[in-house]
T-cell receptor, first 113, second 113 residues
């Protein structure tokens, strides 16, 4: 069964550093998403991406964040200058169409020290 | 604004007992509702979804959920719980104006022998 994969599973970085979280969505999917889950809190939407551009973003997704689909398979989330409060589990998801079920990856745990 | 409430943070049931996990939503129009399950170290797996039609929906692993518009609820049920059902369960609603999911805070299920 096709699945969404994410690397790395755990990333530790120092405050102020740039991090790139990587995702490989399901191959025939067209919509891509990033969510985050701060420990003990709910899963929060960050951004959706379609046709090589951002289609929707939340207020969390400020100028420190960017997304990219650098090739035909990867979908990345970049945090330009990490803050302590960026520590969270980051989930990538993909879907074949809007409103269709989103398939989630296992997540990347980001720890900012 | 859309929101999802899962009033039970943690539930413990005996193996073989029935289960009901509560979910209430706040949304102005007809919602699209989902239940996801997250096992430790895993991504979010879709259990079932409601878009329209029959208000009782069947999902994978023997789960079902009933949409009750009058109560703004979408409770998840299973008649007989298995030890492998121990996990975190998330209810989610999709905004009709976009494709971002709004998740509840989750209910952690423990199954005792």
């Amino acid at each position: 069964e096709p699945e969404v994969t994410q690397t790395p599973s755990h990333q530790v970085t120092q405050m102020g550093q740039e991090v790139i979280l990587r995702c490989v969505p399901i191959s025939n999917h067209l919509y891509f998403y990033w969510y985050r889950q701060i420990l003990g809190q709910k899963v929060e939407f960050l951004v959706s991406f379609y046709n090589n551009e951002i289609s929707e973003k939340s207020e969390i997704f400020d100028d420190q964040f960017s997304v990219e689909r650098p090739d035909g398979s990867n979908f990345t989330l970049k945090i330009r200058s990490t803050k302590l409060e960026d520590s969270a589990m980051y989930f990538c998801a993909s879907s074949s169409d809007t409103l269709y079920e989103q398939y989630f990856g296992p997540g990347t745990r980001l720890t900012v020290t | 604004a859309q929101s999802v409430t899962q009033p039970d943070i943690h539930i413990t049931v005996s193996e073989g007992a029935s289960l009901e996990l509560r979910c209430n939503y706040s949304y102005g129009a007809t919602p699209y509702l989902f239940w996801y399950v997250q096992s430790p170290g895993q991504g979010l797996q879709l259990l079932l979804k409601y878009f329209s039609g029959d208000t009782l929906v069947q999902g994978i692993k023997g789960f079902e959920a009933e949409f009750k518009r009058s109560q703004s609820s979408f409770n998840l049920r299973k008649p007989s719980v298995h030890w492998s059902d121990a996990a975190e369960y998330f209810c989610a609603v999709v905004a009709s104006t976009g494709n971002q999911f709004y998740f509840g805070t989750g209910t952690s299920l423990t199954v005792i022998p």
